[in-house]
């Protein structure tokens, strides 16, 4: 599905990450991923290898295991990645559950 904008990908990326517990997967790996940019910079260089893995491998990780999806990563990776930092911003900020109603996804619920 070809997409024109972040405004037309958005609702796509964010159901693809009903589950909040998917959300908060991916969430951990961004703030490892900072991290271990912040670590390449002012402490070794070659941790910049790790934040690819650790943001990816988190994020991945929820997508087959938690939401049981396809990552949107392997079709569309710019979009993706600024749905990402978005959803990341959101989160932080508290703003997500506004976020989430704003687009009529209903909470669902878990367990875990």
């Not at 959300?23 to 941790?47: C, E």
């Not at 893995?53 to 990552?71: D, K, Q, R, T």
Request: proline share 6%.
């Amino acid at each position: 599905m070809p997409f024109r904008s972040l405004e037309e990908f958005w609702p796509f990326y964010m159901n693809q990450h009903s589950k909040p517990s998917t959300r908060r997967w991916h969430f951990f790996g961004t703030l490892t991923a900072i991290l271990f940019l912040i670590s390449a910079v002012f402490l070794r260089w070659w941790f910049v290898f790790f934040a690819p893995l650790s943001g990816y491998g988190l994020a991945w990780y929820s997508h087959f295991f938690v939401e049981g999806n396809i990552p949107a990563t392997y079709g569309h990776p710019f979009w993706s990645l600024i749905c990402d930092l978005k959803m990341f911003v959101l989160m932080l900020t508290g703003q997500m559950d506004k976020e989430m109603k704003r687009l009529g996804k209903r909470p669902v619920l878990q367990v875990f």
